[in-house]
């Protein structure tokens, strides 16, 4: 059992950044892939990026790339997303997700799931 606790989201300004957190408890999280999802109201949840369990391979939506990179501490049990150039369209909830074995861009794919942390982005 994994449990994901989010934290890190706010209020920022166009083109100014954010570092999230997802921080795991559960001594095998080593061993999950962790992904972050967003949701904006009224939109359906999408993929944002995701990290192998060893941190040596990512994905990233187009989106997000070269704005967003995600990382891992997995001595801290804990995953990153910083967000830079944030625009007024990142704004939404952010969620991020753990799975065993390869890391995956689908939602239906993970297995724990955070309570999510808001990101508003203003222009």
């Known amino acids: 059992q994994v449990q994901l606790v989010e934290s890190g989201g706010g209020l920022v300004q166009a083109g100014g950044s954010l570092r999230l957190s997802c921080a795991a408890s559960?001594?095998?999280?080593?061993?999950?892939?962790v992904g972050w999802f967003r949701q904006a109201p009224g939109k359906e949840r999408e993929f944002v990026a995701t990290?192998?369990?060893?941190?040596?391979?990512?994905d990233y939506a187009d989106s997000v790339k070269g704005r967003f990179t995600i990382t891992r501490d997995n001595a801290k049990n804990t995953v990153y997303l910083q967000m830079n150039s944030l625009k007024p369209e990142d704004t939404a909830v952010y969620y991020c997700?753990?799975?065993?074995?390869?890391?995956?861009?689908?939602?239906?794919?993970?297995?724990?799931w955070g309570q999510g942390t808001q990101v508003t982005v203003s222009s």
């Open positions: 990290i192998s369990w060893r941190g040596s391979n990512t």
């Open positions: 559960g001594r095998t999280f080593s061993s999950y892939a």
């Open positions: 997700a753990a799975k065993t074995y390869a890391r995956s861009s689908y939602a239906e794919d993970y297995d724990y």
